[in-house]
């Protein structure tokens, strides 16, 4: 009887789990993400969208994958091994890569409580402060 109710407390709680995970349309993101996807995005097709544990998960046609606060404000962007909108990777950041990582280009951007973190092609992390000053690699 133990093991039938903890079965069935267990079923509960993923439904429950699943639950918090709904898809939604572009026209339902707030209004900044969908400005954001327009301007840095624009050729390239919306694929879905869901709003999963507080933050909505956008997914366009090429693999481009975009994380938005419930205000819809960015938080991050993954695009693969394509490099991600010049325009919204910070000037000190841009400046640091091209000056020594030449060769490479920024996939993917993370923004964080105390700053940036960035991956280049070649899947090394680089963490950056919140002023784009570069603070240490992960390799």
């Excluded at 920024?106 to 092609?121: A, C, R, V």
Aim: aromatic residues 12%; contains cysteine.
């Amino acid at each position: 009887m133990k093991k039938l109710f903890l079965l069935l407390l267990g079923l509960v709680a993923l439904n429950v789990y699943a639950a918090n995970d709904r898809p939604v349309t572009l026209k339902e993101l707030p209004q900044k993400a969908q400005a954001f996807i327009t301007q840095h995005f624009s050729g390239t097709e919306f694929f879905y969208a869901k709003l999963d544990d507080g933050e909505y998960e956008v997914v366009l046609k090429d693999g481009t994958k975009i994380d938005f606060t419930l205000q819809g404000d960015w938080k991050d962007v993954d695009c693969g091994m394509r490099a991600v909108p010049a325009a919204i990777v910070p000037a000190a950041i841009s400046k640091y890569v091209k000056a020594n990582f030449p060769n490479n280009i920024i996939t993917k951007i993370d923004k964080t409580y105390n700053g940036y973190d960035i991956e280049l092609e070649t899947d090394m992390e680089l963490k950056f402060d919140k002023s784009g000053k570069f603070m240490y690699a992960d390799d």
